[in-house]
């Protein structure tokens, strides 16, 4: 009893908190800072494209080399930039328009969207789970009924070492291996799969990730991500 009333007062402490920033300090863009806009165009359209994608699964909106673009990904994913991941969804929809149509003329059922997931541990740590956000974004971004998604389909199984600070092709590949696992493969068996993730270098992490859902049962799998 006492543990949920102490939940409860935390949560609209943190309520109250977020109301006073809020007030107190507008919303600016992550790029140029001008004030009421998350991400304002301007910094959208300055931002590179990718030169080439990291292989014929995976799709990336935008270049990791660009600094705009590593600035605003390092706002959502250790800043608490939380709304970013919303608007960076509804962009990399936008950006996808064909490879979506083609997708979902595939299979002709509704295409299922699953973030990279991270452990309960990671997740409890950071308070939330980037590319989940981005899947918001994208899911919400779509007016028509062709998305549904998911967060119980695919699940990590234990914390790996960040794949960025590994350089090595062959010990990306070890780290990685093995850590997702499938809860549901009759629910995605025939079924068009894309998974979403905020960076990738190799691609060695949606790879291993759209390998276990195509060996479950998905008859495509795809990785989308913001920057490569």
């Known amino acids: 009893m006492i543990k949920n009333i102490i939940k409860i007062l935390k949560k609209w402490t943190n309520n109250i908190s977020n109301f006073i920033f809020d007030f107190l300090f507008k919303e600016k863009c992550a790029g140029c800072k001008k004030e009421e806009e998350i991400l304002c165009e ?9 030169h080439l994608n990291p292989n014929e699964k995976i799709f990336s909106a935008f270049s990791y080399k660009d600094p705009i673009i590593r600035k605003i990904l390092l706002n959502l994913k250790y800043y608490h930039k939380r709304n ?3 608007k960076l969804g509804a962009i990399l929809y936008n950006g996808m328009l064909e490879e979506i149509s083609e997708l979902k003329s595939f299979t002709g059922q509704k295409i299922i969207l699953i973030p990279i997931p991270m452990t309960k541990a990671r997740l409890k740590e950071r308070g939330y789970n980037q590319a989940s956000l981005i899947a918001l974004g994208i899911y919400e971004a779509c007016d028509e009924n ?12 234990y914390n790996t070492f960040p794949q960025a600070k590994i350089k090595d092709r062959t010990k ?8 997702f696992v499938c809860t549901q493969p009759k629910f995605i068996k ?5 998974i979403i993730d905020d960076i990738t270098t190799t691609g060695a992490t949606l790879n291993e990730a759209i390998k276990i859902l195509e060996k479950s049962g998905a008859k495509k799998a795809v990785g989308f991500v913001i920057a490569h």
């Open 42 to 50: 301007n910094c959208i359209f300055s931002i590179k494209l990718p």
């Open 190 to 194: 025939n079924k068009t799969v894309i």
């Open 146 to 157: 062709i998305f549904e998604l998911r967060e119980d389909i695919l699940i990590k199984k």
């Open 172 to 179: 990306r590949l070890k780290n990685i291996k093995g850590c």
């Open 84 to 86: 970013l991941g919303k």
